[in-house]
């Protein structure tokens, strides 16, 4: 069961996202709060896979939220979700350490997809918002990383950089997913960054697109 805790000031919104996961098979909806004060005294005797939090949440803004989690709680994934467009908030979720960010006009089956993926590791973005984040502007690293990489991680690395998600990579490679994920892991490593977001930069900054 995937361990959800929904962080959003609007009641109505709180009722609806918990109908919505606790009608699916598989997850497992640990609380609900208000607050950021309420997300933090929570988070104290609760461990959920996956806290969904509002970008607007009073007291804390959400980035500000987003990092307290990451230094707080490393274990606990966030997917942030809001009422403004991704052009607005999420590659600064991203940056700050988000597993997603959602937009609170996605369907159903969008809901249950992002944070099913987001609890197990993965990110979840849209393909614009890879593409954004993997050709932005940003801290170049020195081409030595480069001699480091095999022909298959280079193709995998492109390939995401691209924005192709794990299942993409794996059809256009011929690979399954889970070794696109060993391919990332590896990736990860040898380029020294710990994140989705860096790896893209890192991609960029190697000249793979």
Same mark, same amino acid.
């Given at each position: 069961?995937?361990?959800?805790?929904i962080?959003?000031?609007h009641?109505?919104?709180?009722?609806g996202?918990r109908?919505?996961?606790?009608s699916?098979?598989?997850?497992?909806?640990v609380d609900?709060v208000a607050?950021?004060?309420e997300?933090?005294?929570?988070?104290?005797?609760?461990?959920?896979?996956v806290?969904?939090?509002?970008?607007?949440i009073p007291?804390?803004?959400?980035?500000a939220?987003?990092r307290k989690?990451?230094?707080?709680y490393p274990?606990?994934?966030v997917l942030m979700?809001?009422g403004q467009?991704?052009d607005?908030y999420?590659?600064?979720?991203?940056r700050?350490?988000?597993?997603?960010?959602?937009?609170?006009?996605?369907?159903v089956?969008?809901?249950l997809?992002?944070?099913?993926?987001?609890?197990?590791? =993965?990110?979840?973005?849209?393909? !614009?918002l890879a &593409?954004? %984040?993997?050709f932005d $502007?940003g801290?170049k690293?020195?081409r030595?990383?480069?001699?480091?990489?095999?022909?298959r991680?280079?193709?995998?690395?492109?390939?995401?950089? =691209?924005g192709k998600?794990?299942k !993409?990579?794996a &059809?256009? %490679?011929?690979?399954n $997913?889970?070794t696109v994920?060993?391919?990332?892991a590896r990736?990860?490593?040898k380029?020294?960054?710990?994140n989705m977001?860096d790896?893209?930069?890192q991609?960029?900054?190697?000249?793979?697109?």
């Amino acid at each position: 069961m995937i361990k959800v805790l929904i962080a959003d000031n609007h009641p109505i919104i709180r009722m609806g996202v918990r109908n919505v996961l606790e009608s699916a098979n598989g997850f497992d909806m640990v609380d609900d709060v208000a607050t950021t004060e309420e997300l933090f005294k929570k988070l104290q005797n609760v461990t959920p896979d996956v806290v969904m939090l509002e970008m607007d949440i009073p007291e804390m803004n959400g980035i500000a939220a987003l990092r307290k989690i990451k230094k707080e709680y490393p274990n606990v994934k966030v997917l942030m979700y809001s009422g403004q467009s991704e052009d607005v908030y999420a590659l600064s979720a991203i940056r700050a350490g988000a597993f997603g960010y959602l937009s609170k006009s996605s369907d159903v089956d969008y809901i249950l997809s992002a944070v099913k993926k987001v609890s197990e590791g =993965s990110m979840f973005i849209t393909n !614009e918002l890879a &593409q954004r %984040l993997a050709f932005d $502007e940003g801290t170049k690293k020195p081409r030595r990383f480069f001699r480091k990489l095999s022909t298959r991680e280079i193709e995998v690395l492109k390939l995401l950089a =691209s924005g192709k998600r794990n299942k !993409e990579v794996a &059809q256009g %490679l011929n690979l399954n $997913e889970k070794t696109v994920s060993t391919y990332k892991a590896r990736l990860m490593k040898k380029l020294n960054v710990d994140n989705m977001v860096d790896l893209l930069q890192q991609a960029k900054a190697l000249e793979l697109y």
